[in-house]
T-cell receptor, first 115, second 118 residues
């Protein structure tokens, strides 16, 4: 158990809908990262927040947005869902900003299925 | 741009065999960090090891060992006397220290599926 929690574990929804994935980092970690794992794209970095502020952005679609709250938990919002958004979404956390020797610890993931 | 290549898509071995997973990386930075993660059938990603680019000492941890060679941009992972519980997908990843706005971003390889048969 990494100490990173993600809810829900599974989510099934329809095209065009909007969902919210939630992540709680390990105690003491200030950074939260979101990754998407799909069969065709592999593991892709989406976005990073550090202590409430956006720190780095990857291949995140405009339909997707995220935020980190004062208690450091994070939410990833996915809207206007398409079939291709079906994937395993991971949250990771680390102590610092992600530079240097910072190690990211991953949560169990949320499996999103868009029908 | 950084890139990680795991050329072996799938490896199948019999229990107690040694197995090596290959990882080759590309980066323009002189300082960078390499990682191995394991994804068992249950789906979570488990951190195994981190190496810094300025430390080429190889490491052994129990049945696991890692061979980092900067000259060939490789960071290979060996499991000695494999066990059925080692069956998983193994990912190599790269994090650059000065990646512009990509601080903390991990670039993953495509993964190697390891199956250990009893």
């Amino acid at each position: 158990d990494s100490g990173v929690t993600q809810t829900p574990k599974h989510l099934i929804t329809a095209t065009g809908q909007r969902v919210t994935l939630r992540c709680s980092p390990r105690s003491g970690d200030l950074s939260v990262y979101w990754y998407q794992q799909s069969l065709d794209q592999g593991l892709q970095f989406l976005i990073q927040y550090y202590n409430g502020e956006e720190r780095a952005k990857g291949n995140i679609l405009e339909r997707f947005s995220a935020q980190q709250f004062p208690d450091l938990h994070s939410e990833l919002n996915l809207s206007s869902l398409e079939l291709g958004d079906s994937a395993l979404y991971f949250c990771a956390s680390s102590v610092g900003t992600g530079q240097g020797t910072d190690t990211q610890y991953f949560g169990p993931g949320t499996r999103l299925t868009v029908l | 741009a950084q890139k990680v290549t795991q050329a072996q898509t799938e490896i199948s071995v019999v229990e107690k065999e040694d197995v090596t997973l290959d990882c080759v990386y590309e980066t323009r930075d002189t300082t960078y960090y390499l990682f191995w993660y394991k994804q068992p059938p249950s789906g979570e990603l488990v951190f195994l090891i981190r190496r810094n680019s300025f430390d080429e000492q190889n490491e052994i941890s129990g049945r696991y060992s890692w061979n980092f060679q900067k000259s060939t941009s490789s960071f290979n992972f060996t499991i000695t006397a494999s066990q059925v519980v080692d069956s998983a997908v193994y990912f190599c990843a790269l994090s650059e220290r000065r990646g512009g706005t990509s601080y903390g971003k991990l670039t993953f390889g495509q993964g190697t599926i390891l199956t250990v048969h009893p």
